[in-house]
């Protein structure tokens, strides 16, 4: 079990998200940034779909009361396991009775603990993952407060301290033409402006701010299904990019959509920081999320897990 | 109706897109739904499809990156075309017992005003109405519900509020629908009721499912 002393702003229990339940209205949710999440996991030989924590911002703390064998990944915070400090993209052994405290991030916006076994909730609908925005699945539908008490999976008997390289963070978003990019009165806008992501962002919604976008003339779109990594264009010309908690359908223009790949680049960019996106055609698309699966079978033979979660 | 031309597009990797264009003529809507549905329950469990998503008039599929969107694309052009808008589906038909104005309804007198009406005739007309549930979304278990009368028809509020209480029942544009839990929304409020639209701990957590055919008759004060 692990006690939570401190809770953060909002730290909340994430899977790899929920399948097969859009046409419910529920959102996919799961971790923002899942590459990280899975890197945490393949860290210590859990299953892909293991739950973890998603940190962003603040203060947290967390009390174990049996040993157990963390990995951080993803933003940079200043963590330590009482005094002693952590890597970020390493596995470490923490001991009963110690506490592991997070502060920052230094750099990125949100950071993911695994721990050995997995964290334990009911699992809705197929997965362990917090939607916010509905206050279903995770601990109670909500972000942890100080005093929660989450279970922990059995134990993994690891060894040594591993490590692996994370990716490094940039802002340039690749993007794949939606089907209203056409009808952009000047397409290049989207891709020669630099957007400012606002603080108004969240698990739902990266809204992003630049110069106002315009159609060519307006339209008026019956609703459809959306996804994250959607670029849906509201009548205010800021375009907003869907994120996990996002509505299952809208009826904005989608004047383009994040690639798979980078998606995670969003989950890590901070209020305020500059983005840029890079239109790309789908052999590209693909070729970078080869890339992904590459990087993990490298990682899964490294660490002699093989590729067996793959 | 059965040369309709659906628009078939690729989305993002992995999403394929099936839409044909809004009729202003509610029964043609409704016929095209119709096939939007059989369509969905034929591609949903299908190998390789991770959601389906109705839309108004529209599908959209999730695929797992193991597959061919363009392969798809031509199975549901030819899927559309081999659909039937004459067997539209009943459905089930819910009651949905709701309490008008005051405090449950807080725009039902603004939009008497504006249609020039007062507010039992805008209960009349909308406990009047015969509703299908085109497709849900949004919210878990939010209704898209057709059938609303033209003289309800009312645009979005300029500024949605921040928060909108569950079993609220709402007019946007040329719709109606419930919201299932408390969120930020755009409709006007006229009304509210205790029917659970969303039970988490359900088998079947959706009280309505598209096709079936909702009913409002009017309750007393809302407690």
Known sequence: MLEVMLAGIQTTVQDLGRSGVAHLGLPRSGALDRQALLLANRLLGNPDNTAGLEFALGQSSLRFNRDAWIALTGADFDARIDTKPVWSGWRSLIKAGQTLSLRGPKAGMRAYLAVDGGIQVPLFMGSASTDLSSGLGGLEGRALRSGDRLELGPERPLKHQVGAMQSPWDNQIRVLPGPQYPLLAETSILTESTWQLQPSSNRMGARLEGPALRLKAPLEMASQGVFPGAIQLPPSGQPIVLLNDAQTTGGYPIVATVIEADLWKLAQARPGQSLQFVLVDRAEALAACERWKQYFNRLGRALGSGEAHG | MQSLSPQISVLGEYQVFLGLPLSSDPEVCLQIQSRIWQLANKCRDRDGVLETVPGMNNLTLRLSDNQ?????????????????????????????????????????????????????????????????????????????????????????????????????????????????????????????????????????????SPGDRVIFVERGHYA
């Open chain 2, 68 to 208: 061919d969107p363009e392969l798809w694309c031509r199975w549901l052009e030819a899927e559309f075309h081999r659909t039937a808008s004459t067997d539209i589906h009943k459905g089930r038909e819910h009651i949905i017992p709701v309490s008008y104005g005051g405090e449950a309804g807080p725009d039902l007198e603004s939009l008497a005003t504006r249609h020039g009406l007062n507010s039992r005739d805008i209960i009349r007309l909308h406990t009047q109405g015969n509703y299908r549930v085109l497709f849900i979304g949004f919210l878990p278990g939010f209704p898209y519900l057709s059938g609303l009368s033209n003289t309800l028809h009312t645009p979005r509020l300029a500024t949605p509020r921040q928060a909108v209480p569950a079993g609220s029942v709402g007019i946007g544009g040329a719709q109606t629908g419930i919201y299932p839990c408390t969120a930020p929304g755009g409709w006007h409020l006229i009304g509210r009721t205790h029917t659970q639209l969303f039970d988490a701990t359900a088998n079947s957590p959706c009280l309505l």
